[in-house]
């Protein structure tokens, strides 16, 4: 038997971690704390809102489920959703920094439990340059 390899370390130095709240986006963010622990990955957060009144409460989400584990970077992008989309300011993210992987929950806030991939889901993972990978 050989030593373990960390090959998969390599593909996954920087990871994306798009949060909004829900129990998708912060099971998303458990698998990037664990890929952080395990192979030294750094960890930003990004929180895109339009009105950002639920940072307090996004941020207690974040730390809760970090609990200390990890060093993360924090980024919140305030949007005017008449202008853009929550979708495109995650892919302008993606496109001015290297990231090597997005971790994200499949589906939001959104009310409609029918739907197994949400919009922002599926516009990541069809227009995003790295690797995508989808937490139920």
Sequence with gaps: MSEPSYFVSFWLRKILVPVDGSENSLRALDLAVDFGMRYGSKITIIHVCSDCNNMNDIQSLIEKRINNKIEYDLKIVKINIKESSVSNEILKVINEEPYDAIIMGA??????????IGS????ISINAPVS?????
């Design 120 to 123: 922002t889901a599926l516009a």
């Design 132 to 136: 995508v990978i989808l937490v139920r």
């Design 107 to 116: 589906r939001g806030t959104s009310l409609n439990s029918d739907i197994n």
